[in-house]
């Protein structure tokens, strides 16, 4: 026989809450539990005051029974199905398979169907996401667990609430690689402070680091607030993940003896900063260590951003998870090392950008994918990568902190997209205020940007230098392409990068006039601060018609930065810009030229340099 039992995930505290309504709601839940098991053959033999137990001759039936009931049901329902023998006794049944069942649907969440490996062996074509080997309570071995998917279900839920949950955390499957510093710096803070916060953007690893660091000082427990939609909901996840069927018994339990994770809190921080104040008030003993895009404001807060990954450990991030995919990357070969290095730069030192792209070496050469990343095809997907969506490739990763911004936040990320390197204050404003923002024109804009600076550097989508005090914000590049797809989408584009132009060749009138007293090591560093976006603006203009002065302009100044590593860049963007425009009339045409001579006579050219200088 397969049975199927469930259960209303946190009933207990909704009898208490919402006591008017419980009762038509349950109702509503039995006719719903009824119908479906009545139309797969299958005989509903007990209540269990929130929950039913049904007997079906057929797995598939049983299966089918749990999809259409879970479509239906507006509670919170999570199922358990398992297959066995049993003793039937008058109207009820007994047997292992029974206690199976029960404890299979412990395991898992409200809106989660899961089944027993006795059941998935006869399941065909059922689609099946296969959840490992647990140990359920109170019994002994190991069962092989399955969530199973179908459309209309919930596909996304925290770990299994399993007798190896707390352990298997941290259970490290994979070196941790150039984050010896920050593990240190994690276990000093939570001797001493009772709330640290690992705050970074998507991808970047907190919670394998969160793991590792918690990995030799022992975990009293851990919770994922993944599939967590709602602030309210939080503290009953909590509670649930810890083995405490309310938030209240929780409170007044002994705090474990070692740090609690709190994991993903990004999308609800409001309602993990309250559940975890309330837990830290409850008693003196509580030690957490929790995980988010922002910080949690939370009481006695000690927040650790953490960044890209340096070059060199991206580089062997890059090679390890290669030969974790059966790919040896010999970094000896020439020019090898070079372009694995441009690639993770290109990457951003992005853990997860690293890790996906090393696993595409199976199909794709280091030199193929530096090739598609540079011209702007997404080779970062993993299609059957089966944990959270968010990171099944680096797009949805960013998807998922985009989501969290409101419609102003979101328009402001989408126009500074068009900065190509470091920016300051004054071009965040140009590209972010519009002439159709009325309230924000003028006077007025400069708080409201820098608002919504502070509001992007929060979500961890907005880097912020302090140390180059000149241009201190920039993007990640792949957080700068996905919102620039967004701008792109939004039809702005066009006219967000007219605005990025006018506002480059003011900030270049304003450091030629500057140059004009001398060339200063000042002058010359702002300069070279701006180079980036002054390429780009190059570019953009390149390839509008009429723009020949400002081209010219652009290009004239470029001389000043070719000292500092652009001499290839300068020499492309100058051939392009005479070619474009071949003026020799133009006021600015002999200091474009000029650069241009210089540019090649440094790369070794000389008969070339001479005869443009000659011209």
Known sequence: MTFLFTDIEGSTQRWETHAHTMGADLAAHDEVLRDAIEAHDGWLFKHTGDGVCAAFQSARGAVEAAIDAQRLLELPVR?????????????????????????????????????????????GGVDLRDLGEHRLRDLSGLDRLHQVRAAGLVDEFPRLSTAHAASELVVLHVELLGRDQEVREIQQRLETRRLVTIVGPGGIGKTTLARHALGTVGIGGAVDLTAISTDDAVPGAIASQLGHPSFDSLLVSPAPTTPVLIDNCEHVVAGAASAIDRMLESGPDWRLLATSRSPLNATAESVLAIGPLPNSWSRELFRARARDAGVEIDLEEPGLAEIVDELCRRLDGVPLAIEIAAARTRVMTPVSMLEHVQAGVDVLERPRFRGPARHRSVRETIAWSYALLDDAERSALDRLSVCAGPFDLGLAAAVIVSDGDD??????????????????????????????????????????????????????????????????????????????????????????????????ALSLCLQRDGEATRSLLLC????????????????????????????????????????????????????????LAES
């Open 79 to 123: 199922m358990g199905i398992a297959t066995g023998e049993a003793e039937r006794r008058g109207d009820d049944y007994f047997g292992p398979a029974l206690n199976r069942a029960a404890r299979v649907m412990a395991a898992g969440h409200g809106g989660q169907i899961l089944v027993s490996g006795s059941t998935a062996a006869l399941l």
């Open 439 to 536: 309230a924000e024109v003028g006077g007025q804009s400069t708080p409201r940007v820098l608002d919504l600076l502070e509001t992007l550097a929060a979500a961890s989508l907005l880097a912020v230098d302090g140390a180059t005090t000149a241009s201190p914000y920039r993007l990640l590049e792949t957080i700068r392409s996905f919102a620039l797809a967004q701008l792109d989408a939004a039809g702005e584009r066009e006219k967000t990068e007219d605005r990025f132009i006018d506002h480059v060749v003011g900030a270049v009138l304003g450091i030629m006039e500057r140059g004009r007293s001398g060339w200063t090591a000042q002058v010359l560093g702002e300069l070279l601060a701006k180079y980036d976006n002054i390429a780009t």
């Open 556 to 611: 004239s100044v470029s001389w000043g930065v070719i000292h500092n590593g652009h001499v290839d860049d300068v020499a492309q963007l100058g051939r392009e810009t005479l070619d474009r425009w071949p003026d020799p009339e133009h006021p600015l045409w002999p200091d474009a030229v000029a650069t241009l001579a210089t540019a090649t006579l440094m790369m070794g050219d000389i008969d070339a340099g001479v005869a």
